[in-house]
């Protein structure tokens, strides 16, 4: 309320300040606007530049050249750099409890605790954390991670469960022989995500490798319609 007061005081007697005043205003909210606008625009070019690499990619489709050892009947889908890998990690452990002992003066006002304390040592809940990032292959066998730290195969065969992200920006995969769930993150949304190519490369493993090239055309034609979509709506 003082604040007010005052700039109530400064425009009254330098008028000049309230034109000052609402021009950084009026500057702020065209800042904000146009950088949303800006951000919208590089998003939109994202989403199609992810639909020429999917188009382009149906094009060739499988193949067997693939940056590490493939199995017999494997054929090579597609890889991602600067995936980030998340698992749910323990967030350390909390104290908790009340001293029981008994205060005994020592000398003076000094006084020491005598007998122990009961408490008890509680783990925390797991949180998700981003655990390391690197490069994630897709094949029509399996999804590999490979980062600078920790390594991670996942089976077609053994997979339970798998949740797409918004424009397949994230994969949550859940395997019978995995202890923990892990989310596989593209960071930056203007990019190909995990889930778009695990789509595909699942169809190459249960419809076969003639079925994925449609897959990748019926995404790019998906993202191409969202984003004409999106532009019509602002017209």
Known sequence: MVSFGLLVNLFQSQPWTLIVFVGLIAW???AILKKRKENQSNFESGL?????????????????DAPFALAKGEKFVYSLNGIQ????TSTGSSYSGTNLG??????????????????????????LNVIDTGQVSFTNQRVIFTGAQQTRVWDFSKILNQTL???GSTLTIAAANKAATSTLIQPNTTLLGPGVIYGIA???????????????????????????????AKK
């Open 28 to 30: 702020g909210v065209w």
């Open 48 to 64: 199609l530049t992810q639909a020429n690499i999917l188009e382009n990619w149906a094009e060739h489709g499988l193949t067997d």
């Open 85 to 88: 890998l998340a698992e749910y």
């Open 102 to 127: 008994v205060s005994v003066p020592v000398f003076g006002r000094v006084r020491a605790n005598v007998g122990g304390s009961q408490g008890q040592l509680t783990k925390n809940p797991a949180a």
């Open 165 to 167: 992200g918004a424009n």
């Open 202 to 232: 699942f169809d190459a493993h249960k419809e076969g490798g003639s079925v994925a090239p449609e897959t990748a055309r019926l995404y790019a034609k998906q993202l191409r319609e969202g984003v004409a979509a999106q532009r019509a």
